[in-house]
């Protein structure tokens, strides 16, 4: 018995949407939001956020807001646009949820979850990429609000967001380098070689000093991916490019340890501070 009039089999196997479904059908109009709706959009966000144990409601404006056991409930105006169905469940649309987010994340998850939500390329290895929200129209959805909580935080992740971002760990150390005063490392630059040959997609690239950076995280583990990688990093090194690694453990070692690797790369290519 999660809360009142909701009764669940024992040990029954949920997932998110199972468990948010019945909120949503008990005759008041409730709409799945914050960081329940980003679970089910696919956002991604900090640890503590993925394994909700209440979960968010949102009631329009002038109703009561939702108070129940599980729930976190609020209470805000919505328009039509901005709510849209999951399997039948009401949830907030990802542009509504991004904004909402801005109450809850710091400020370089929520660009890592505009960055999800803009992500497009059209690569040759791979189907092309879509973008959940347009770059363009995330911008104008955000300037188009007035006296929201939240609402800086967010105008300030829009631009600071960029297209191509693969993941979060990628979106933090490409605002680790501009925080750091580096000249600007773009998403998924490519790096040409001669005709008929292989396009490079660096995670990060600085086109000017031909310097380049990769997030190794666990998906290259595995044997397919250390043999696309190692072709990759021999294209890369025979077009004149630098290319800087980094790796969990160097992340463990601290912000100053990776800048100074990159810092080292772009100065052996001929940049001065």
């Given at each position: 018995?999660?809360?009142?009039?909701?009764?669940?089999?024992?040990?029954a196997?949920?997932?998110?949407?199972?468990?948010?479904?019945?909120?949503?059908e008990?005759?008041?109009?409730?709409?799945?939001?914050?960081?329940?709706?980003?679970?089910l959009?696919?956002?991604?966000?900090?640890?503590?956020?993925?394994?909700?144990?209440?979960?968010?409601?949102?009631?329009?404006?002038?109703?009561?807001?939702?108070?129940r056991?599980?729930?976190?409930?609020?209470?805000?105006?919505?328009?039509?646009?901005?709510?849209?169905?999951?399997?039948?469940?009401?949830?907030?649309?990802?542009?509504?949820?991004?904004?909402?987010?801005?109450?809850?994340?710091?400020?370089?998850?929520?660009?890592?979850?505009?960055?999800?939500?803009?992500?497009?390329?059209?690569?040759?290895?791979?189907?092309?990429?879509?973008?959940?929200?347009k770059?363009t129209?995330?911008?104008?959805?955000?300037?188009?609000?007035?006296?929201?909580?939240?609402?800086?935080?967010?105008?300030?992740?829009?631009?600071?967001?960029?297209?191509?971002?693969?993941?979060?760990?990628?979106?933090?150390?490409?605002?680790?380098?501009?925080?750091?005063?580096?000249?600007?490392?773009?998403?998924?630059?490519?790096?040409l070689?001669?005709?008929?040959?292989?396009?490079?997609?660096?995670?990060?690239?600085?086109?000017?000093?031909?310097?380049?950076?990769?997030?190794?995280?666990?998906?290259?583990?595995?044997?397919?991916?250390?043999?696309?990688?190692?072709?990759?990093?021999?294209?890369?090194?025979a077009?004149?490019?630098?290319?800087v690694?980094?790796?969990?453990?160097?992340?463990?070692?601290?912000?100053?340890?990776?800048?100074?690797?990159?810092?080292?790369?772009?100065?052996?290519?001929?940049?001065?501070?």
């Amino acid at each position: 018995m999660p809360s009142r009039e909701i009764r669940v089999p024992r040990d029954a196997q949920q997932t998110l949407l199972d468990r948010v479904r019945p909120y949503t059908e008990l005759g008041i109009e409730n709409y799945v939001s914050h960081t329940t709706a980003a679970i089910l959009h696919g956002i991604p966000m900090p640890y503590v956020h993925e394994r909700p144990r209440l979960v968010h409601l949102t009631r329009p404006a002038g109703t009561s807001i939702p108070r129940r056991k599980g729930i976190l409930g609020h209470k805000r105006e919505l328009a039509t646009g901005e709510f849209m169905l999951i399997d039948g469940v009401p949830v907030t649309t990802p542009a509504r949820t991004f904004l909402d987010l801005a109450e809850i994340l710091e400020l370089d998850d929520l660009v890592a979850a505009a960055d999800y939500l803009v992500c497009e390329h059209d690569r040759e290895f791979e189907e092309p990429k879509l973008a959940i929200v347009k770059d363009t129209e995330l911008v104008a959805y955000i300037e188009s609000k007035r006296f929201l909580r939240g609402l800086a935080k967010a105008q300030e992740a829009v631009n600071l967001m960029r297209v191509g971002a693969d993941s979060p760990r990628e979106t933090r150390l490409r605002l680790l380098l501009q925080r750091a005063g580096l000249p600007e490392f773009k998403t998924n630059q490519k790096i040409l070689g001669g005709p008929g040959d292989p396009i490079v997609y660096p995670d990060l690239g600085c086109e000017e000093f031909k310097v380049c950076s990769e997030y190794e995280g666990e998906v290259h583990l595995t044997p397919e991916k250390q043999l696309y990688d190692r072709n990759r990093d021999t294209r890369t090194a025979a077009r004149g490019w630098q290319q800087v690694k980094v790796f969990n453990k160097d992340i463990l070692r601290g912000d100053a340890w990776v800048v100074e690797m990159v810092r080292q790369a772009l100065a052996r290519h001929g940049w001065t501070p």
